[in-house]
């Protein structure tokens, strides 16, 4: 199995644009998650789905997050318009169950930098 | 809230040393914890876990050791060796989606 995989693997972008990240769970997980990894704050919850639906996005930061899974094998995040304070990595992970008690697979991240 | 924390920020240890990590949790209500491996440029990776219910699991070279008297969780390396190098994070859930700590670094020298 590949893995999680996720797309853009950096992105540099000026403040003000949209950005779009993609991810790729492991085929047959049905749960995703979206995270974002600052040295300040750490490891970030911003929002979970399960069975494509969202569950609890009380992480995403404002409205000018947004997220999506239009089926089992794809979601994006994004941020429009970003601002620099939105710089970090942002970690996809996806896991085989439904329930919090699982262990979660990370993708390799997108390390967004906004100008 | 409550929350996970880590006590030493950057832990230096000689190949060959046994090391420890250390995690503190404060949620009584967690009852799953996990501890993840995170080198530069790529994301955590999964190490090892323990459910509340167990106070010590062992893997290859390491353990997991939880104290729920004290809500302390501890991360044993043995024969640490170069490629330990990295950024430990404990996380904890069970009542939520998984809480993750702030990170140790580990630093093994040859």
């Known amino acids: 199995d590949a893995g999680v995989i996720q797309s853009p693997r950096h992105e540099v972008t000026e403040m003000g644009q949209e950005v779009t990240l993609r991810c790729k769970p492991i085929?047959?997980?049905?749960?995703l998650f979206w995270y974002r990894q600052t040295m300040m704050r750490g490891l970030e919850l911003l929002i979970y789905f399960n069975n494509n639906v969202p569950i609890d996005d009380s992480g995403m930061p404002e409205d000018r997050f947004s997220a999506k899974m239009p089926n089992a094998s794809f979601s994006t995040l994004k941020i429009q318009p970003s601002e620099p304070r939105d710089s970090a990595v942002y970690f996809c992970?996806?896991?085989?169950?439904?329930?919090?008690?699982?262990?979660?697979?990370f993708g390799s991240g997108t390390q967004l930098s906004v100008l | 809230g409550e929350s996970v924390g880590l006590h030493l920020p950057t832990l230096s240890v000689q190949e060959g040393d046994n090391s420890i990590i250390n995690c503190a949790y404060s949620n009584s209500a967690s009852d799953y914890f996990i501890w993840y491996k995170q080198e530069s440029g790529k994301g955590p990776q999964f190490i090892i876990d323990?459910?509340?219910?167990?106070d010590k699991r062992q893997g290859q070279r390491v353990t997991v050791l939880l104290n729920k008297t004290v809500k302390h969780l501890s991360l044993q390396i043995a024969a640490t060796q170069p490629g330990d190098s990295a950024v430990y994070f404990c996380?904890?859930?069970?009542?939520?989606?998984?809480?993750f700590g702030k990170g140790t670094m580990l630093l093994v020298s040859p």
């Open positions: 996380a904890e859930g069970g009542y939520s989606t998984l809480t």
């Open positions: 992970a996806s896991s085989s169950g439904g329930s919090t008690n699982e262990k979660l697979f």
């Open positions: 085929s047959g997980h049905n749960s």
């Open positions: 323990i459910r509340s219910n167990m």
